[in-house]
């Protein structure tokens, strides 16, 4: 594998094509997460009240808050890098330059890891907006941190899934077989202690439980020992995935 | 003069697929060299290992000096590619597009300022340099596309199938630019299916057919050496090969059938005219010979698949 500073070239071309739907994107990227506030936060939350002595929001909105790098990070790899691809040859013109394909896949990661950090950077301020604070400025410090950490794996997920993609449809099984499933069982919306414990047990294997549990502990200043273990599960994911993301992906490049 | 280019039995399989066949040539410093074959010839294949983007499944590529393969940035770094496909970013204007390539080539940003603006005038482009690339027709993306594979000042231009889908105007600006390239002491590497285009453009060439190089040489000595000056073709029905072909074919150096036409090949072809004139054929038809007609004699008249 060879990577070089080129990585960052690649994602500034992004940047730069990014500021034409910059407001069409935010608002796509709000959407659903807003949806979840309200619905869930508002409705449940009359029901569950509190939550561990804190109103119900403060449970959700780093859950969602997550979610919603996960959701952005990911859509961006799959759909944004398949265009670039295929549609519109994007990555051809890349490859015949110094830059490698190692540094296009990694350059156009770390674009999917921005785009999930703007998303969840929006959820926040809305949350902030609806009085829901982050416990300390160094909390919307590691949070941001976490963010940009967690749509790095996601993302590379994401290339893994695009690298065998024939076309979108392929998009749909990946969406509705892990990504959906992981949205319900991660513990967003509620906690998992309640579920039985096979449930409990495959909840440990979705790396959304892992992120959803660190973004909750940030944000509510409410650190403990399992934290550790999430982190580590995360990272060894992470390298795992953005390796094999990014070589998977020189396969499909390379011919 | 210099060996920029050199392969050996260089060799291209795709899964099972022989698309490149063990072809070998040499490519000299600042020469206008041009593969020429039909569709699936394997010349865009070719050039594609010559530029380092796909790696070769046999045989020996050495490129300005060293051994190519898909990790040598050293390579990319001096040529400069003209893809057969439009490969332009639909999301940046023209200018941005010339921009982001400068970043991938690492060319600080005066210079790439500089660069982009002689450029644009160089392809006359400058009065669309803020345009959207869908607002362009397909000759100025062509244009563009020179003028993105020149950014880097390239010691190496690869140019597959410049003028594809071009009209005669555009054709010829896109020719003169090449030319002027050359003049300037770029390698120009052409690959072509228009026969004009290498007689325009080309030192030498070589006939690529099914993934191998059938002839190789100057566009004049292969006309010369495989057709000869002249061509006459005479439009008459096979039945009437046997009483036709005792009479003219002596005199010819060559000759062919395909459908309802016979070829002849000659280098002085006024005996032969004579004896048509004699026999009152009513749809002849006489002309210098070209390249186009090296290219069918040797891949075949008819359509090829
Ligand atoms: N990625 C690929 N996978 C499988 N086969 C391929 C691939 N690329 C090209 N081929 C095949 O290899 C052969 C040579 O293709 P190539 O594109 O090099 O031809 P070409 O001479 O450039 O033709 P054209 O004039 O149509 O551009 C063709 O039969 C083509 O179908
Ligand atoms: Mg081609």
Known sequence: MTFSRRIVWVFWRNLVSYKRFVLTTFLASLIQPLFYLITFGIGMGAYVGYFGGKPYLYFLVPGV???????????????GTFVKIVHEKLYDSLIATPVSAEDAVAGDIAWGAFRGLVSGGLMMVVAIFMGILPVSLLSV???????????VLFGSLAMIVTAFAP???????YSELVITPMLFFSGVFFPLDKFPGWMKALAQFMPLTHAVAIARAIFNGDYGRGLIFNFLVILALEIAAFLAGVRLMKRRLIK | MSVI???????????????????SFAIEEGECFGFLGPNGAGKTTTVRMIHCVSPKSGGTLTVLGSEAHVDNRAVKQRTGVIPQEIT?????????????????????GAEARRRILELLRFVELEKRRDSKISDLSTGMKRRLLIARALLNQPRLI??????????????????????????????LVLTTQYMEEAQQLCDRIVIMHQGRILKAGAPSRLIEEEIGREVAEVRAAPERDAALLPRLAPLARG????????????????????????????????????????????TGRSLIE
Request: charged share 25%; net charge negative; glycine share 6%.
């Open chain 1, 65 to 79: 808050l997550t979610t919603s790098v996960m959701m952005s990070a990911t859509f961006e790899c799959l759909y």
């Open chain 2, 255 to 298: 000759h062919e059938r395909v459908g309802d036409t016979l070829y002849f090949y000659c280098d002085d072809g006024r005996p032969l005219l004579k004896a048509m004139l004699e026999l009152d054929l009513p749809d002849t038809v006489h002309r210098p010979a070209s390249l186009e007609d090296v290219f069918l004699k040797l």
């Open chain 1, 141 to 151: 410090l590691l949070l941001v941190l976490l963010m940009v950490f967690v749509g």
């Open chain 1, 167 to 173: 076309n979108f449809d392929f998009f749909n099984y």
């Open chain 2, 88 to 108: 332009l970013d639909n999301d940046l204007t023209v200018r941005e597009n010339l921009q982001v390539h400068a970043h991938f080539f690492a060319i600080p």
């Open chain 2, 5 to 23: 280019i050199r392969a050996d039995s260089l060799r291209k399989k795709y899964g099972d697929f022989v698309a490149v066949d063990g072809i």
């Open chain 2, 158 to 187: 690869i140019a597959d199938e410049p003028t594809t889908g071009l009209d005669p105007q555009a054709r010829h600006l896109i020719w003169q630019r090449l030319r002027q390239l050359k003049g300037q002491g770029a390698t």
